[in-house]
């Protein structure tokens, strides 16, 4: 169950942007949870793809096809660092 939210974050970039450095337009969330059943806590962030900065007025059929289907940018560095740290590497 989410006990707090700890930040929340728009990032909008352009179309140009996204092309340079392949980080995707987001919003994001960091919540505390807490588990129903015990005191045992975690941290959990929610990201969200949003559109271009130009195209948050188009047509959701066209800001639809700028969706992408994969963990990458900043999402995916995040989780390859997340994954050295538990790891020990």
């Known amino acids: 169950m989410i006990v707090e939210k700890l930040e929340e974050n728009t990032e909008c970039y352009t179309k140009t942007d996204y092309e340079e450095s ?3 337009s987001e919003s994001s969330g ?22 271009y900065y130009e195209a948050i007025d ?22 390859e660092a997340l994954n050295k740290l538990t790891s020990g590497e």
């Open 58 to 79: 188009y047509h959701p059929n066209e800001r639809a096809q700028q969706a992408v289907g994969e963990i990458c940018g900043r999402t995916e560095l995040e989780t």
């Open 30 to 51: 960091i919540f505390i949870c807490e588990s129903t059943m015990t005191p045992i806590q975690a941290i959990m962030k929610i990201r969200m793809q949003i559109p």
């Open 22 to 24: 392949k980080f995707y």
